[in-house]
């Protein structure tokens, strides 16, 4: 006769939700320390970010050389790679097997908003997430004095409980921005518009050629109701649901009914 089984208990832990967070300003950045600190009591926190500063590379992915990823303590990663590599490698290698419940790039120095969201570091980490399979949100504190990320960091623990509550859909991301006053409320909203004045400085370096800096001039952004900018400019956290899908739906039902293409017999 079979020994008589235990009766099963119930003693095995709730899973806790797994979190991967990430930035392009690099691991040392005090802004993803932060979030890791505001992150601790919501779930199993790892961290996989970039060695060093990254703004600004938007997607990049490396693919002519390898990666190094080194452990700095207990589920702290970093890689001589992009935010998007460090996504890739968190998910596919770190914590392979296991998929994150969300990842959470952030909380980036300075603001997110815009046509910025092409260029960002920042918000394409969480795209990555996106593409990957994987709910994400971006978080950036946009500039004031005095500074601190510790009010978007809180704000984005509140954020990630609602995601991991009632998830988003396939494809999408928040992308917030966290005012640099005592925000009065949070609101959605679209990116906003900005123009690029002196796009690029022309100077001379210490050996008399010529060279140029892009990005100089400060940004000057168009003041629209519902946007990001126009809703970070009067104290509130802006929310911006962000799609991977960049077609034009409206123009590709208008380009459909243009009429048959006539190739000429190519
Ligand atoms: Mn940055």
Redesign the pocket.
């Known amino acids: 006769m079979a020994p008589a089984r235990s009766a099963p208990r119930y003693t095995r832990a709730v899973a806790q939700p797994v979190l991967l967070l990430t ?3 690099g691991y040392y950045s005090e802004g993803i320390q932060a979030l890791a600190d505001a992150r601790e009591s919501l779930g199993e926190v790892w961290i996989v970010a970039p060695d060093r ?1 990254n ?1 600004a590379v938007s997607h990049a992915l490396t693919l002519s050389r390898p990666l190094r990823l080194n452990r700095m303590a207990d589920r702290r990663f970093i890689v001589d790679g992009t935010p998007t590599d460090c996504v890739t490698l968190g998910i596919c290698q770190v914590l392979k097997g296991r998929t994150p419940d969300l990842v959470v790039s952030g909380v ?3 603001a997110n908003m815009g046509v910025d969201v092409h260029y960002s ?2 918000v394409s980490a969480a795209f990555e997430a996106v593409i990957l399979g994987v709910k994400a949100i971006a978080v950036s504190q946009v500039l004031g004095e005095p500074f601190s990320f510790v009010p978007a960091a809180h704000f984005a623990r509140l954020l990630a409980a609602r995601v991991l509550r009632n998830g988003l859909p396939d494809g999408t991301l928040l992308n917030v921005n966290f005012p640099p006053v005592p925000p009065k409320g949070v609101q959605f909203t679209r990116l906003g518009e900005r123009c690029y004045t002196e796009g690029v400085v022309e100077d001379t370096d210490p050996r008399g050629r010529r060279c140029y800096w892009i990005g100089g001039g400060p940004p000057v952004w168009e003041d629209i109701p519902g946007t990001d900018f126009a809703t970070v400019g009067a104290g509130y956290v802006s929310i911006t649901p962000l799609h991977l899908d960049m077609t034009d739906r409206d123009l590709l039902a208008r380009l459909e009914h243009d009429g048959a293409w006539d190739l000429g017999g190519a």
Request: charged share 30%.
């Open positions: 930035n392009d300003d500063e703004s980036n120095f300075g570091g920042t």
